[in-house]
Every structure is written in structure tokens, then in C-alpha cells.
């Protein structure tokens, strides 16, 4: 390729996710439930007060997200088929 010629255009985007501490609080949530369980009703209560409004707070940023995503996309490649053609013999 010369230096003056440009790359092409992709033909396919990837949409990446925005970064969240959701996961986390949620995992949080999730081992204060677990560890209330063998200490006390009191750790799966605070348990349970991190982990479901992050749970909720998870999904609303999913279906944003994936809202704003294009309903369509038009390959411009070949698809591929899943499993390799086979000669056949015989012919």
C-alpha cells in the first residue's frame, strides 16, 4: 500500500459498552447476601439493598443502551458457512 492511500472504510461497527461499577456493586450486594447467610438477616438485608436497585440500575443502562444501537447493519462481506465443504468423491 503507498503512504498516500487511506485505508477503507469499515464496513461493520462494534459498540462497545460505557464503563459502570454497577458489576461491582452487584457482586458487593451479592456476597453480603452470602455471607448473611451464616452471620445474620442483617448483612442480607444490606445485602439486598445494594444488589437490587444495581440490578435495576444495570439493566435500564442495557436497554439504553441497546436502544441507541442501529436496527440494521448491512454486511458487505460473504458470509461464511459454519462447516467446511466437503469434496465429493465419485464425480
Known sequence: MASSEL??????????PEPSWVPALA???IGLILAGLF????????GALIFLPAVWSWI???????SR???????????????????????
Not at 435500564?60 to 441497546?66: A, K, P, Q
Open 7 to 16: 485505508p477503507p472504510q469499515p464496513t461493520e461497527l462494534v459498540y462497545l
Open 27 to 29: 457482586g458487593v450486594g
Open 39 to 46: 452471620v445474620g438477616w442483617v448483612l442480607i438485608a444490606i
Open 60 to 66: 435500564g443502562r442495557t436497554r439504553e443502551s441497546l
Open 69 to 91: 444501537l442501529p436496527r440494521r447493519q448491512r454486511p458487505v462481506t460473504a458470509v461464511l458457512p459454519a462447516v467446511p465443504q466437503r469434496r465429493r468423491t465419485g464425480e
